[in-house]
Structure formats: C-alpha cells, structure tokens
C-alpha cells in the first residue's frame, strides 16, 4: 500500500468521524433555533417590519455566513492533498458544497422552519427568496475572489447591482418569482463557471510583490502584527460584528424616543468591544507572557502597544456610530462633538480597566488553557455595567472613578505583575 492510500484512507476516516459529531450538535440546533427565532420574528413584525425588509435582512445574512463558511471550510492542505491523488476540478467544486451542505441546510431550516410557530407564508417566502440569493451571491464572489480576474469582479459587481434593484423595485408576485428564479439559475451557472477555472489559481498560488512589501512592513513590527492577527480573527470579530449589528438594529426603533438613547447605544458598543478583545489580550499570550514578564522593558512596550491599537478600535467604532445617527437624527456638531469625547473617555477608562483585571484573574484549567475564572467574569462584567451606570447619570462620580482607575493602570504599567 502506498503511503498516499494510506493518508488517503486515514483521512477518509476521520471524516466520518467529525461528521457523526457534527450530526448530533446539528440535530440539536434543528429542534431549537426555529423556535426561538420565530418568537423574535413575531415581535419584530409587530413592531412594522414589512416583508421586503425580511428579504434584504437574510439576504445579507446569507451572505455574511455564507463567506464565514467559505473562510472555516476551504482550506488549501485539504485541496492539494485531493488534487495529488487525482481528483480533478469538477470533484474539488463537489466537494466543497457538499462540505458545506449541513450548514446550509441549517440556514434555510432557521427560515423554514419558523412556519411551525405561526409565522406568516409571506413572511417565509420573503426570507427564503433573500437568504438563497445572498448564499448564492457569496458562492459566486468567493469563485471570482479565487479566479482573480477582472471579468469575474466586473460580473459579480453587475450583479451584485441587479440584486438591489430586486429588492428596491416594486414588483407583482409573478414577475418577482421570474425574476428570482433567473437571478439563481445566472448565479449558480456562474459560479460553477468561475468554480471550474480557479482552482488551478487556487493551488498555485504566490504571494505577490505588493503583499509581500506589506507583509515585510508588518514583520519588522511583530507586536503590531500580532495584535491585528488577533483582532481580525474569527472566533472575536464574528461575535463583535453580530453583536453590533443587534445594537444597530434596535437602535433604529428606539432612538427617536429619548436623546438619551444615543449615548447610551455607543456606551454598549464599547463595552462589547472592551470585553471582546481587551479583557482577553492578555489572555491568549498563553505562556508567551513569561517573555514579556523577562524584562520591564518588555512589559511596557507589549502593554503600550496592546492598549494604543484598542484605544483606536474603540474609538473608531465609537466615531462612526455617532456621526452615523448623529447626521440621521439631525443633532447638531457642537452636542454632538461632546457625546463622542465623553463616549471616548468612557472607552479608555474601560480599558483601562479590563486589561489589568482580566490579567488578575487568569487561570489555567487542567488542560494547560489560559482563561478567566467564572468570578472574575462576573466581576468584571458588573464593575463596568457599573461604570457604564455612572458614566450615564453620575458623571462627576465616574470622573473620579476614573483618575484611579488611570493611577492604577499606571502602577501595573510600571511593574511586571
């Protein structure tokens, strides 16, 4: 037996493996997500959702998870090892949708689903047209993003155009249908078309001149590389994005009613990104810690760097948030102005403030993880839930609280804990 037949089968077995796993946690979320999920379409109906919203909801949503499960799906060790035992281009592109199968499944359960729980026909056929083309429109860019053509970004820009105007024109149910059909079947037969001719670009693949310069630029700064590397990664950045989105949204319905809403909104949104990367950035240096713990000089320069590129995540998001609704809402620049300086002091005492208490509270459970304890979680969410209390009703008090929240950054800044 040779030792490809041999990898061959090795790697086939553990492939059933993972999928008898992945097919328990599967029918698990089978039998709850429509549920839940239709108690929130009732009351968002309620509130004055129309159909048409649904479908450019889920066609976004499609779209987002599509592209989530090209990136956690495709990986290039896989696609090379099936190419050297002879598998062609019309296999690899089989392969990859039926890798993605489950997930996709699981999609249009979430919108099907929902009519088990009295949600509207109209409703459903609404969210189902929107997600399948959003899938589809992440199939076919995912192809062209591969293919690296300009016909390919041309095409999908094009029709990335005719979707909108899908979902903006107003059009009787039977044109609507026809329309829909014509827009899946040219998306689909593109992207097998685009399938077909980028998997040998796929496969030989080099890093061009202008990434490498970009890559040698971030090597010469290996904290700063580090520290994007974490910020974009997956398993933080998802989170954030669904989280945010969920603010954004209920947002929109409840920010005309108080000025007070506003602030408040981007309170949370710093908050969230607070506990999402600076709580846990000392977290994931596991135990290259210790290289940074060998020397104060060390220490410093890894905390400087940690706490300058937070700083300017968090206020970037802040900034954005508030000059959105701010000209949404009309406010006028001089409030306005002093909402975001306010929200930004907020921003930087709570990193402040996470940084050094999530350190505090860092363990290690008996497989050799780094984590924080289930107390320190909890008091670092109700410490700064009570932050945010005070920076909202109590701001002379929180001002205060925040001098020493700085004096003691200070302190940890300038001694290797």
């Known amino acids: 037996m040779t030792s490809i037949k041999l990898c061959e089968i090795l790697y086939l077995k553990q492939?059933?493996?993972?999928?008898?796993?992945?097919?328990?946690?599967?029918?698990f979320l089978l039998i709850l997500i429509p549920n839940g999920l239709a108690n929130a379409t009732l009351r968002l109906n309620s509130w004055g959702f129309k159909p048409m919203m649904w479908a450019i909801i889920y066609g976004i949503i499609g779209f987002l998870i599509h592209i989530g499960i090209n990136i956690s799906t495709s990986k290039i060790e896989e696609i090379r090892f099936l190419w050297s035992i002879g598998k062609g281009n019309l296999f690899l592109t089989q392969y990859n949708m039926v890798k993605k199968i489950p997930f996709l499944i699981l999609l249009l359960w979430i919108v099907v689903g929902q009519i088990m729980w009295d949600v509207r026909t109209n409703y459903i056929y609404n969210m189902f047209s929107?997600?399948?083309?959003?899938?589809?429109?992440?199939?076919?860019?995912?192809?062209?993003?591969?293919?690296?053509?300009?016909?390919?970004?041309?095409?999908?820009?094009f029709l990335l155009l005719l979707n909108v105007i899908y979902f903006i024109l107003p059009m009787s149910l039977l044109v609507r249908t026809l329309t829909w059909v014509l827009?899946?079947?040219?998306?689909?037969?593109?992207?097998?078309?685009?399938?077909?001719?980028?998997?040998?670009?796929?496969?030989q693949y080099r890093v061009s001149k202008g990434t490498s310069k970009r890559r040698v630029w971030l090597s010469q700064s290996p904290l700063l590389k580090k520290e994007l590397l974490f910020i974009i990664r997956r398993g933080n950045l998802f989170p954030f994005f669904i989280i945010a989105m969920g603010v954004e949204?209920?947002?929109?319905?409840?920010?005309?009613?108080?000025?007070?809403?506003?602030?408040i909104s981007s309170a949370v949104l710093?908050?969230?990104?607070?506990?999402?990367?600076a709580v846990k950035s000392l977290?994931?240096?596991?135990?290259?810690?210790?290289?940074?713990k060998a020397t104060l000089f060390a220490w410093k320069k890894m905390l400087r760097t940690k706490w300058l590129i937070l700083s300017v995540l968090t206020i970037g998001i802040i900034f954005m948030h508030q000059w959105f609704w701010g000209i949404y809402l009309h406010i006028s620049p001089v409030i306005l102005s002093i909402q975001i300086i306010w929200n930004i002091f907020l921003s930087i005492t709570l990193i402040s403030f996470g940084m050094p208490l999530g350190y505090k509270f860092l363990s290690i459970d008996y497989l050799g993880c780094y984590r924080?304890?289930?107390?320190?979680?909890w008091v670092i969410a109700m410490s700064m839930l009570l932050l945010l209390y005070l920076h909202q009703f109590h701001k002379v008090l929180f001002a205060a609280i925040s001098i020493v929240i700085y004096i003691r950054f200070i302190f940890f800044y300038r001694k290797v804990s």
Do not use: H
């Open 249 to 263: 949204v209920l947002n929109y319905y409840i920010v005309r009613e108080s000025s007070l809403i506003l602030p």
């Open 372 to 377: 924080i304890k289930f107390f320190g979680s």
């Open 183 to 203: 827009l899946c079947l040219s998306m689909g037969y593109i992207s097998f078309y685009f399938a077909q001719r980028s998997w040998p670009v796929f496969l």
């Open 283 to 292: 977290i994931i240096e596991e135990k290259g810690l210790l290289i940074y």
């Open 130 to 157: 929107g997600l399948i083309l959003g899938i589809l429109y992440a199939e076919m860019v995912g192809y062209a993003m591969l293919l690296r053509k300009y016909f390919g970004y041309f095409i999908s820009s």
């Open 15 to 27: 492939l059933r493996k993972l999928t008898k796993m992945d097919a328990a946690l599967f029918i």
């Open 270 to 277: 710093s908050w969230i990104a607070v506990d999402i990367w």
